[in-house]
């Protein structure tokens, strides 16, 4: 049984910082891709970032320059640094990722709210 387990999302003010994690834990022999979503209220959830075994990252535009991803391979960790916060990245930020070659695993959400 494999699960992913967000944290640190919380209340901010826009122009803060906040870094949300993600632990994966159960029967894991390989983790490839990993990354984030987030889910606006009466919106489509989208994608936010991603990052791969070897370390390389993609960002939508919408977060470039702002949020970096990054990922601590030994504990089975990935990472979301949000910067320069607005408003608008107001959402449940989700974590997704590729383990064992068995399709693509989700962790349950953590609320991100900026205060403007």
């Known amino acids: 049984q494999v699960q992913l387990v967000e944290s640190g999302g919380g209340l901010v003010q826009a122009g803060g910082s906040l870094r949300v994690s993600c632990a994966a834990s159960?029967?894991?022999?390989?983790?490839?891709?990993m990354g984030w979503y987030r889910q606006a209220p009466g919106k489509q959830r989208e994608w936010v970032a991603t990052?791969?075994?070897?370390?390389?990252?993609n960002y939508a535009d919408s977060v470039k320059g702002r949020f970096t991803i990054s990922r601590d391979n030994n504990k089975n960790t990935v990472y979301l640094q949000m910067n320069s916060l607005k408003a608008e990245d107001t959402a449940v930020y989700y974590c997704?990722?590729?383990?064992?070659?068995?399709?693509?695993?989700w962790g349950q959400g953590t609320q991100v709210t900026v205060s403007s």
């Open positions: 990052i791969t075994s070897g370390g390389s990252t």
């Open positions: 159960g029967n894991i022999f390989r983790i490839n891709d």
């Open positions: 997704a990722a590729d383990i064992n070659q068995g399709g693509t695993y």
